[in-house]
T-cell receptor
């Protein structure tokens, strides 16, 4: 088990609503990345936060936004939910933002949009 | 642009026989390569990583992978499969010089282990 915790574990929302997912990074880690994993697919990079600033973004619309707090925990916010947003959302923390660093993943939040 | 192709969506082996999960990558820069495993209802766990050191990388639970630049491959192997190895496996590439650490995942290979 990693030290990365995500909440909630499961969530059901209605199309058009807004949702906030939370992630506590592993102790000593200052970087948090978010991924979306649709059923039967590999995870897709949404964005990364490093020292409270967005540090890279994947091919996701602006209604996907995030925050990182001084304690390095993070939130993922999704506005105007669509049915296709139904997925497992994974948070990963690391001790640097670079490409050679091991990322530690949480167990994910399963979001269902109906 | 970086990409990863896992050549088999599903691999089935008998317990005690060797495991081979195939992965090809594409990267313009010196890549970092990883294999992650995902058990049902659990998060992703790192099996092993290559970051430009030794080309034969040993990981946890008896898994290893060999980085072959000429073939742009990073296949995962294990000499003897165990029932507990049944899971989803992802080959992952990251741009080694990147400042963002963005991970590019393959589509995954489901490993089935038969008794």
């Amino acid at each position: 088990e990693t030290g990365v915790t995500q909440s909630p574990t499961h969530l059901i929302k209605t199309r058009g609503q807004q949702v906030t997912l939370r992630c506590s990074s592993q102790s000593g880690h200052n970087t948090v990345s978010w991924y979306q994993q649709a059923l039967g697919q590999g995870p897709q990079f949404i964005f990364q936060y490093y020292r409270e600033e967005e540090n890279g973004r994947g091919n996701f619309p602006p209604r996907f936004s995030g925050l990182q707090f001084p304690n390095y925990s993070s939130e993922l916010n999704v506005n105007a939910l669509e049915l296709d947003d139904s997925a497992l959302y994974l948070c990963a923390s690391s001790n640097t933002p670079g490409g050679r660093t091991e990322a530690f993943f949480g167990q994910g939040t399963r979001l269902t949009v109906v | 642009a970086q990409s990863v192709t896992q050549l088999d969506s599903h691999v089935s082996v008998s317990e005690g026989t060797p495991v081979l999960l195939r992965c090809n990558y594409s990267s313009s820069y010196s890549p970092s390569l990883f294999w992650y495993v995902q058990h049902p209802n659990k998060g992703l766990q790192l099996l092993l990583k290559y970051t430009s050191a030794a080309t034969l990388v040993k990981g946890i639970n008896g898994f290893e992978a060999e980085f072959k630049k000429s073939e742009t491959s990073f296949h995962l192997t294990k000499p003897s499969a165990h029932m507990s190895d049944a899971a989803e496996y992802f080959c992952v590439v990251s741009e080694g010089s990147s400042n963002t650490g963005k991970l590019i995942f393959g589509q995954g290979t489901t490993l089935q282990v038969k008794p």
